[in-house]
């Protein structure tokens, strides 16, 4: 009688190891920052290290008008604007012919939007309202100081944008109100201002 053949030495199912835990999935990706929120934030980091830098250093709290129109003045060495002095040939011309040794200074428009994103960054990191340096009195006249100099040195007038009328037309209100015998209504009219403009 045949002896019967000896178990088999492969492992069966029961003893397989168990299949791997599936993988989550990735986290979704923080949102990227839109670009007005990346410049802001870099622009308060920047005003922070100045305020680090400052001789003695100056604490967030105590920061005045006056040391945000003394950051304003700071960057200056870092504009790519040409403002002409009144000795040059070419001062109030908007295209001069050839260089000139003028200064190059930040443009207006750079220094009233930066001034925007800072004014918004100090209360976002909790500052209040009517201590918020940026939008000081003393801030506001130095930024027409410098938009009347710049556009007389450079020729180029800042004029606000004029606020467009739209007329629209009859509405279903007035159309109700003539056909029940009332008055006739004025057309109303909407006011739209133009936003600041844009950095540099």
């Known amino acids: 009688m045949m002896d019967?053949?000896?178990?088999?030495?492969?492992?069966?199912?029961?003893?397989?190891?168990?299949?791997?835990?599936?993988?989550?999935?990735?986290?979704?990706?923080?949102?990227?920052?839109?670009?007005?929120?990346?410049?802001?934030?870099?622009?308060?980091?920047?005003?922070?290290?100045?305020?680090?830098?400052?001789?003695?250093?100056?604490?967030?709290?105590?920061?005045?008008?006056?040391?945000?129109?003394?950051?304003?003045?700071?960057?200056?060495?870092?504009?790519?604007?040409?403002?002409?002095?009144?000795?040059?040939p070419y001062f109030g011309n908007p295209n001069p012919p050839s260089p000139c040794a003028c200064p190059l200074r930040q443009a207006w428009g750079s220094l009233d939007a930066l001034i925007g994103r800072l004014r918004a960054a100090y209360e976002e990191s909790g500052g209040r309202p009517e201590s918020n340096p940026f939008a000081a009195r003393a801030v506001r006249i130095y930024l027409r100081e410098v938009r009347e100099s710049q556009a007389h040195a450079r020729g180029i007038p800042y004029e606000k944008k004029k606020r467009k009328r739209v007329t629209s037309g009859v509405t279903a209100a007035n159309v109700s109100s003539s056909s029940c015998g009332g008055g006739g209504g004025s057309s109303s009219e909407v006011m739209e201002e133009g936003g600041g403009a844009p950095p540099t």
């Not at 839109?34 to 922070?48: G, I, P």
């Not at 006056?66 to 200056?76: G, N, P, R, S, T």
């Open 4 to 88: 019967p053949p000896p178990p088999s030495t492969t492992s069966s199912s029961s003893t397989d190891p168990p299949p791997p835990p599936h993988p989550h999935p990735h986290p979704p990706q923080q949102q990227q920052l839109s670009r007005y929120e990346a410049q802001k934030r870099r622009d308060w980091n920047t005003f922070q290290q100045y305020l680090r830098n400052h001789k003695p250093p100056l604490a967030l709290p105590r920061c005045s008008g006056a040391h945000v129109i003394e950051f304003l003045k700071y960057l200056d060495q870092f504009g790519k604007t040409k403002v002409h002095v009144n000795p040059c």
